[in-house]
Structures are given as C-alpha cells and as structure tokens.
C-alpha cells in the first residue's frame, strides 16, 4: 500500500509539473490566434471591411407554375417528333434498296462482267455453358468474400470457379 501512495504522489508531482511548463511556455509564446502587441505596433489600423450582403431568399425567386412543365414537355415530345419525320430513316441493314433507287439490272456499258452480289456475314453471338457457368460461380465466390463468409464453403466454391473457368478456356479456344 505505501508504494502505491507513493506513486500515486509521485505521478501528481510530475503532473503538476507539466502543466507548470505548459503555462510557461504559453505565457512566453501567446495565442497563436490573436496579434500580439509587436503585430499591433507594426502595422496600421486598417478600417474594417463592409460586411457582405445577405444571399437573397429561395422563396424571394417566383416559382414556375406547373402548367410551364408541362407545356414545356409537350413542346419537347413535338420537336422530336417532327425531327422523327424530317430525318431520313435506317432501313435496318436489310439488302434491298430504298424504293426511291432503282435496282441495277444492266451490266455496266464498258463490256465488262458484272460485279459479284455482295455477300452480308451476320456473327451469332453464343457463350459456352460452362463460361455461364463460371461466371455464376464467380459471382457466388465474391458474394462470400464480401459477406466475409471466409469458410470451408468458400474454398468450395472457389475450387468449383477454378475448374468452370478451364473448361470454359478450353471451350472458347476450340
């Protein structure tokens, strides 16, 4: 128990004497926030700046009545419909022509054969199963990590993703 008292007393000494040296050094250094009095000495008194006015009110802006929305939204829906009907149409990447064009059925007046029909390549777009099925297993994986399931469930899934992933490689490269 006494050396308890005893360094109870000896930690209010050494506190005490810390905040003695924080004052001292605040008297010596002053507010970092106010001048001081050298600060006042050297520079002249500067008349005070006008105070800025006040920002005007929102409800001091008249507010447009409902009517103008909806007129406005109107006149929008007209404009894009005229410029519907001004602007000349995609026909769809079809291989017939505009009716406004004629078909070229003679042979050119040089003599020459005439060219070939142009052959149109269209791509089908298809995934493999197993990259759908990686991409499921994926995203089972990063639903675990975020959920921070980091389990026996997790190396599971992540094992299932690894061996989708390489059939999936090895179906796209076929």
């Not at 250094?29 to 009095?37: C, I, K, Q, V, Y």
């Not at 791509?123 to 994926?138: G, I, M, N």
């Amino acid at each position: 128990m006494a050396t308890d008292r005893d360094e109870q007393q000896r930690q209010q000494q050494e506190l005490e004497e810390i905040r003695r040296s924080f004052a001292e050094m605040g008297a010596r250094m002053g507010s970092l926030f106010e001048p001081t009095e050298a600060d006042d000495e050297a520079e002249p008194a500067r008349p005070p700046r006008p105070a800025l006015p006040a920002p005007p009110s929102p409800a001091a802006a008249p507010a447009r009545p409902r009517w103008w929305w909806v007129g406005a939204l109107v006149l929008l829906f007209l404009v894009g419909t005229a410029f519907g009907r001004v602007l000349p149409r995609d026909d769809g990447g079809s291989d017939q022509p505009p009716a406004s064009q004629p078909t070229p059925t003679t042979a050119p007046a040089t003599g020459g054969t005439p060219p070939p029909p142009s052959t149109v390549i269209k791509t089908v777009k298809s995934v493999p199963e197993e990259c759908v099925d990686a991409a499921d297993l994926a995203n089972e994986v990063i639903s675990k990590l975020n959920r921070n399931q980091r389990d026996n469930a997790l190396a599971l899934a992540l094992r299932d993703y690894s061996v989708a992933s390489q059939a999936c490689r090895r179906e796209a490269s076929s």
